[in-house]
């Protein structure tokens, strides 16, 4: 390769790892906003990006042009998260749901002093601090895909490819995820004064 | 809400969240459709789901600091 050929080269490399890294950085709010959900501290939410943006930075090369950055970043940031070994879960509450989907409007329906609420009012009734403690006691796996979907937007078949898992697990730990959150939610709704 | 053995609104509720992530075909999403612009008591639930989704987005979200977003720059790649 000529010195010009090699020189050019060069530069379109560092054109198009700039170009990556600041796409990347782009991104940045959505993976602590994720980040900050999968583990239990702020300071640890922290760590855990940096560790990511480390990461996806040195390993630029491994990403395709034209493929799924955010997909790709996000993987990053959830085997991290499995890599630091999270803590041991107590083993998932296995016992059937009994609830239905509707089950949480259900209750606050029914907990309701004026009948047939509107239904930004049955909301309204929501803790915020209540959704977060919801959240952070769902069991990981479930939460993985719960963030993912609801929170980061991602499609299933995204979800399942970021977590190497299969559709139908994607699917049934979403749904399974969903009704736990919204247990939680309508337990401690109608349990306050 | 009737005993029937297929509850349109069992199905309703049934599809109610793949119907809100968009992961149904088309013909479920016009079965859901039909179903929900005839049924109040969906509708209501619906309306419901929707708002639920966007109170969780908004209770859990929590800004990243400055601090971090100027290490993350300080991570790229020195030219």
């Given amino acids: 390769m000529?010195?010009?050929?090699?020189?050019?080269q060069l530069?379109?490399?560092?054109r198009d790892r700039v170009r990556f890294e600041e796409e990347a950085l782009?991104?940045?709010?959505?993976?602590?906003?994720v980040a900050r959900r999968l583990v239990g501290s702020r300071e640890e939410a922290e760590d855990l990006v940096q560790e990511t943006y480390a990461r996806a930075f040195r390993s630029w090369r491994s990403f395709q042009p034209g493929t799924n950055l955010r997909a790709w970043l996000f993987r990053i940031l959830t085997n991290l998260n499995i890599d630091r070994g999270r803590k041991v879960q107590r083993s998932p509450d296995l016992q059937p749901l009994e609830e239905s989907d509707y089950f949480l409007y259900n209750k606050l329906e029914e907990s309701s002093s004026d009948g047939t609420p509107d239904e930004r009012r049955v909301v309204e009734r929501l803790s915020q601090n209540d959704a977060v403690t919801a959240l952070a006691d769902l069991p990981?796996?479930?939460?993985?895909?719960?963030?993912?979907?609801?929170?980061?937007?991602?499609?299933?078949?995204?979800a399942a490819q970021i977590l190497d898992i299969p559709i139908g697990t994607v699917m049934s730990r979403l749904h399974r995820g969903r009704r736990m959150l919204k247990g939680s939610l309508?337990?401690?709704a109608t349990e306050d004064p | 809400?009737?005993?029937?053995?297929?509850?349109?609104?069992?199905?309703?509720?049934?599809?109610?969240?793949?119907?809100?992530?968009?992961?149904?075909?088309?013909?479920?999403?016009?079965?859901?459709?039909?179903h929900l612009d005839g049924c109040e008591y969906c509708r209501k639930r619906y309306r419901f789901e929707v708002e639920f989704r966007t109170f969780v987005r908004h209770a859990v979200a929590e800004p990243m600091s400055p601090e971090l977003k100027a290490k993350l720059r300080a991570l790229r790649t020195p030219l």
Avoid: N
């Fill in chain 2, 1 to 34: 809400m009737s005993g029937f053995a297929f509850d349109p609104c069992d199905k309703c509720e049934q599809m109610m969240q793949p119907y809100l992530d968009r992961y149904l075909t088309d013909a479920e999403i016009q079965e859901a459709e039909l």
């Fill in chain 1, 26 to 33: 782009d991104l940045s709010d959505q993976v602590y906003g």
């Fill in chain 1, 140 to 158: 990981h796996d479930f939460r993985d895909v719960v963030l993912l979907v609801d929170l980061a937007d991602f499609t299933y078949s995204d």
């Fill in chain 1, 11 to 14: 530069a379109t490399d560092a």
């Fill in chain 1, 2 to 8: 000529s010195d010009e050929s090699s020189a050019r």
């Fill in chain 1, 186 to 188: 309508a337990a401690s």
